[in-house]
């Protein structure tokens, strides 16, 4: 190991707190952490000079790859005229044209104001706290509570860690953020009782798949049921697109492959490629109208760093690359491509209980052949993902699913990289 490397983890293992990390495992005497340093492309490096296929897009981020020269440039211009300015109170010319190219993507008078914050959860936090206020100012203040999805993630802020279905991330504090109700399906959502209803101000989805919940798809179709079903019910629908949105699941937004559109969408991850932080939350010219007038219907919301320029500006490229490149048009046959890919590797491995795949979204199953689970105390999923990188790929499991969740950029060669990556490390645990 080179000097600079042990000096980099001892520091790391003395002073960082990881997030969903074991710290006494990750600190342990002996436990070598990598240390990645650069990246190019479908590519990272660690600082021992080693090669990896980034297969999860650095937590779900990265679309066009590492070092895009495009992202990299409008960053870089960006920084010699400003780094970063107040969005309250003044405005600047990125955070103008980000919004203007956002809501374009939608019909005219649908989702036409955009209210910019840094992750996920601020972008989950937004729409919640704006369908209160909205129901506070539209004289319908008994519409106060949610109603989420179970095994559903939806961010680690208190709120909208809330919505959770997954107990072991939100369990000991539950009661503690907004009153939420989760339902299993729309047979489930359809029987819940009037008052329940009649007091809900949203429904919050993941649309078309959920993520953290081992990457299970929604069933065609559901997505537009559930839009009839909140209109119908007066009941704002809430999509959370961290995951699913910027190609992810074939479209630009998951939403349009059921040509739905939500009264809140929720964007952050890919919205700057990756590169940078940086949320958005879409909403329409009807919810909008009801923060105008008096001074108290003001959105009382915001951070020091929404709309930093930097990040407006990599969005922009971002956008940019997607035309220049025509990255959506390239996507149904890398589709295809990781789908034959992967069903050749289930295949050769008996220990695959099933793939399940949306777009460019990939969850690998492992059970024992005869259908059981494996013992949590075995976690096999972060086994296989270790001997992984032996074979030149990082990627993080979800329990026991393999997550495959590359750049849109991949080529069908890189791709092959990831499943002889897999299929080592399968047969080597």
Not at 138 to 159: C, E, K, M, V, W
Not at 350 to 372: N, T
Not at 384 to 391: I, T, Y
Request: proline content about 6%; some cysteine.
């Amino acid at each position: 190991m080179r000097d600079d490397t042990r000096r980099w983890i001892e520091a790391d293992q003395a002073h960082c707190w990881h997030p969903f990390t074991r710290q006494a495992e990750w600190c342990e005497r002996g436990h070598e952490p990598l240390v990645l340093v650069r990246g190019e492309g479908v590519w990272l490096w660690d600082s021992e000079g080693r090669r990896y296929f980034d297969g999860n897009s650095s937590i779900w981020t990265n679309i066009h790859g590492h070092a895009h020269p495009h992202i990299g440039a409008a960053i870089r211009a960006q920084l010699d005229r400003v780094a970063h300015t107040s969005f309250l109170g003044f405005t600047h010319p990125a955070a103008a044209e980000l919004a203007r190219r956002l809501t374009a993507f939608f019909p005219p008078n649908t989702l036409e104001r955009v209210f910019f914050s840094d992750d996920g959860s601020t972008a989950i936090e937004v729409a919640l706290k704006m369908a209160l206020q909205y129901r506070q100012q539209t004289h319908s203040p008994q519409r106060n509570g949610f109603i989420a999805f179970a095994n559903g993630y939806h961010g680690d802020t208190l709120g909208a860690a809330s919505l959770m279905g997954v107990g072991r991330f939100f369990e000991r504090f539950r009661g503690l953020g907004y009153p939420v109700r989760h339902v299993a399906s729309m047979a489930t959502l359809r029987d819940l009782p009037d008052e329940m209803i009649a007091a809900t101000a949203g429904v919050v989805i993941e649309p078309l798949i959920q993520g953290v919940n081992e990457m299970r798809p929604w069933p065609v179709g559901m997505l537009a049921e559930l839009r009839g079903w909140c209109s119908a019910q007066g009941i704002h629908l809430i999509l959370d697109e961290v995951m699913t949105g910027f190609g992810r699941s074939g479209s630009m937004f998951a939403c349009q492959r059921e040509q739905v559109i939500p009264d809140f969408l929720c964007l952050a991850k890919g919205l700057t490629g990756g590169y940078l932080p940086l949320a958005a939350t879409l909403t329409t010219a009807a919810v909008y109208a009801a923060f105008l007038g008096a001074a108290e219907n003001a959105f009382y919301y915001g951070h020091s760093f929404t709309a930093n320029p930097l990040g407006c500006a990599a969005a922009l490229a971002s956008l940019e690359v997607f035309q220049q490149e025509q990255t959506l048009a390239a996507l149904p046959a890398k589709i295809e491509h990781l789908r034959r890919g992967l069903a050749a590797l289930q295949a050769r491995h008996p220990v695959i209980h099933e793939i399940r795949q949306c777009g460019f979204i990939a969850g690998i199953e492992l059970r024992q052949p005869a259908g059981a689970d494996f013992p949590p105390a075995a976690r096999l999923g972060e086994t296989v993902c270790l001997a992984a990188r032996a074979h030149g790929l990082l990627t993080r499991p979800i329990l026991d699913t393999l997550v495959l969740l590359p750049p849109l950029c991949a080529s069908p060669a890189e791709l092959d990289h990831a499943f002889a990556a897999l299929d080592a490390a399968l047969d080597r645990v």
